[in-house]
């Protein structure tokens, strides 16, 4: 009877970054659904040779056969979400007709103009009380999932409902804010003058998220892609805290980002850069603050797609990737951006950690231990050569191959597909 009832479901894929997400493999899906966060994270995709940012919208919009699905988890700023669609809507046609094909559940809670304000407010404190930042966006997302928290947030669901009363609950929030920052200016009004146009206009494309997600799993056969809004290593509860996102970016965001039973998680991708990198602040072990950092730097055009922050480069710290797989459980990996390594002789690959000269069996969670860590590398022979024409595997140079292969060796888990450029053909499937 049980596998009987497993075969008639549909099963999730999840697809989960490290520190930054590279990117998202959409060839493979029908129907795609962001899990935690706001604009804050970036994923560039590249379709036809068009470059395209995506903060809010599911990377999957860009497939016209697709149903995107924006759930409960998300933290929504609603001009923030239509700009991004305008904004890529004019590179190419991929956005078209983008507002039929997005479904937003009414569970998810509002990013208000004033929390941005007050993010940055929070930063500039921070700056001078301690003498440092945290490095967030400044997208409102720490303050929007603490009223989430403090159960004082407004929803969707609550902008589409009654207007009058969403517009009390919205000045006594702006007034909390108000009391705890004095310097801080809200355009109460014009706030809500803006959100009562996006009223009918989001009006077509809020749905019951629980609903939704059941009727998807239970229905026709599809193919469902949750993809990650920030990477495992900056999940609020397992990353580098306090240089972390304010949300679950790990699979068990899956179930409470989206409203669905664990028993639909199917397989679980884990997308990780053949190097490591990280946008803002926080604890890096394998940071190359030298030429080779640089070199990766310039090669991988690491930029931040939110902030425009350049990313801080290293070599690939496994001891940080088994980490991420231990709390996941993935079933393969995709392993982006190998080309980027063609120019070295000779390439690191972090393999264990010290500390005060004592081997440790595991990723520190406290930021000050983190920061004393040595990394342990083992050294690998470089190609020397260019990957970007390569299409399978055994038309990678033999030290590219070792390469990936230690990856899976270390790591248990295998490497279902290589990236060796930005586009989607050059992306090599291994199985």
């Known amino acids: 009877m049980y596998t009987q009832k497993k075969r008639i479901l549909n099963s999730v894929l999840f697809v989960c970054s490290f520190f930054t997400p590279p990117g ?30 995506f903060h809010l919208l599911p990377s999957g919009i860009i497939n016209p056969n697709v149903t995107a699905f924006i759930g409960n988890g998300v933290v929504i700023h609603l001009p923030g979400l239509f700009e991004e669609a305008e904004k890529n809507g004019r590179k190419g046609k991929g956005l078209e007709g983008w507002e039929t094909r997005l479904v937003i559940s009414d569970r998810a809670h509002i990013v208000f103009d004033f929390h941005q304000a007050v993010d940055g407010v929070q930063e500039q404190e921070r700056q001078q009380q301690a003498g440092k930042n945290l490095g967030t966006t400044k997208k409102g997302i720490g303050p929007v999932y603490s009223a989430k928290a403090a159960r004082s947030g407004l929803r969707i669901c609550d902008l589409l409902s009654d207007f009058k009363q969403f517009s009390e609950r919205y000045k006594n929030l702006a007034s909390q804010y108000k009391s705890m920052y004095p310097s801080l200016e809200i355009d109460i009004d014009g706030e809500l003058e803006k959100l009562k146009e996006y009223v009918e206009r ?24 949750v993809e990650g809004a920030n990477a ?78 350049k990313r801080r480069c290293g070599w690939l710290d496994l001891v ?28 690191k690959v972090g393999v264990g950690y010290k500390v005060d000269n004592e081997f440790i069996p595991h990723f520190p969670a406290n930021q ?64």
């Open 24 to 53: 998202s493999l959409v060839s493979l899906i029908y129907f795609t659904l962001p899990r935690k966060g706001g604009n804050n994270a970036g994923h560039t995709v590249v379709v036809d040779s068009v470059e395209y940012d």
């Open 202 to 225: 989001i009006k077509p494309m809020v749905r019951d998220g629980v609903f939704f997600m059941y009727e998807a799993l239970h229905g026709a056969p599809k193919k469902i892609l």
């Open 232 to 309: 495992a290593l900056l999940d609020i509860d397992f990353g580098t805290y306090p240089f972390v996102t304010s949300s679950n970016s790990t699979v068990g965001g899956v179930c409470t980002g989206l409203g669905m039973p664990p028993q639909n998680v199917g397989e679980v991708y884990g997308v990780v850069k053949a190097y490591t990198t990280r946008v803002g602040i926080g604890a890096f072990p394998s940071e190359q603050n030298n030429e080779i950092g640089e070199l990766l730097q310039t090669r991988g055009k690491e930029v931040g797609v939110t902030t425009g922050r």
């Open 320 to 347: 940080l990737v088994k980490y991420a797989h231990m709390i996941n459980g993935f079933t393969a990996l995709a392993l982006t951006k190998l080309d980027i390594l063609d120019v070295f002789s000779e390439i």
């Open 368 to 431: 000050e231990v983190l920061h004393k860590v040595e990394v342990q590398y083992e050294t690998l022979p470089g190609w020397n050569s260019n990957t970007s024409a390569a299409r399978t595997f055994e038309e990678l140079p033999e030290n590219a191959q070792k390469y990936v292969r230690f990856i899976e060796e270390y790591l248990k888990v295998p490497v279902k597909w290589i990236g060796v450029g930005k586009s989607r053909e050059s992306m090599i499937q291994l199985f």
